[in-house]
C-alpha cells in the first residue's frame, strides 16, 4: 500500500483539512469563513477521478490501487470552486513521492501545470528549486526542504493573483504573482 498525501486536524478546529474562503462561492462555509474539506470520516466533499481507490484509514485519506499502472498520476478533487482561500493541510509522503495540492482547477477531469496551480511535493525532482515547497513554473521555493517518510503540514495563501507557501513554518513562496487562472477546486495528486 501506497501513502500519498493525508490531511490532518487544522488548528483549533476539529476538522481534518480545512479551508478559510474570503469570497462568496460557499454556502457551507461556518460563520468564521472555514469550511471543512475532511473530517477523517467521508469523502462526501470529494470526488475521485476513477483512476485509484481513495479510502479513509485512521482517520486519514490514503490512496492505493492504481487502476492503471502506467498512470502517471491520480487525483482526488473538490466538488466546490474556490478563489481565495487559505488551506491547511497536513500530510504524509513517501521519499520518492511525486505528489502535490493543486488550486484553482480549471479542469477537474485532468489536473495538471496547464489547467492548475500546484503547490508542489516532490522531493527527488530533478531541478529541486521547482521540487518541494513550490509553484511549478510560477514560483521556485525559497527553501528547498524534504518532506519523505513523516508528517508535514503545508499552508496555502491565495487572494487574487498572489500566493504564499509555508511548509512545516518555513516560508518557501513569498507573494509570487500569476494570473492564469482565476478560481476552481482543489486537487490532491497520487504520483
Request: charged share 20%.
Amino acid at each position: 500500500m501506497t501513502r500519498w498525501a493525508t490531511l490532518a486536524v487544522a488548528l483549533l478546529f476539529s476538522a481534518i483539512a480545512t479551508v478559510h474562503t474570503t469570497d462568496s462561492a460557499s454556502s457551507q462555509a461556518a460563520s468564521d469563513g472555514w469550511i471543512t474539506l475532511f473530517d477523517g470520516k467521508n469523502l462526501d466533499q470529494w470526488q475521485g477521478d476513477g483512476s485509484a481507490t481513495f479510502k479513509i484509514e485512521d482517520g486519514s485519506v490514503v490512496a492505493v490501487d492504481k487502476k492503471d499502472p502506467n498512470a502517471v498520476a491520480s487525483y482526488l478533487v473538490t466538488k466546490q470552486s474556490f478563489k481565495d482561500f487559505e488551506l491547511r493541510a497536513e500530510f504524509w509522503v513517501s521519499d520518492d513521492a511525486n505528489s502535490g495540492i493543486y488550486f484553482r482547477v480549471t479542469d477537474p477531469a485532468s489536473p495538471s501545470g496547464k489547467t492548475a496551480y500546484e503547490a508542489n511535493i516532490f522531493d527527488t525532482r530533478p531541478d529541486p528549486s521547482y521540487g518541494t515547497g513550490a509553484i511549478p513554473d510560477v514560483a521556485k521555493a525559497l527553501t528547498v526542504l524534504k518532506t519523505g517518510g513523516k508528517w508535514n503540514t503545508y499552508e496555502i495563501t491565495v487572494k487574487g493573483p498572489k500566493f504564499t507557501l509555508v511548509l512545516n513554518g518555513t516560508k518557501t513562496v513569498d507573494g509570487a504573482e500569476d494570473s492564469k487562472f482565476a478560481a476552481g477546486p482543489l486537487a490532491l495528486q497520487f504520483g
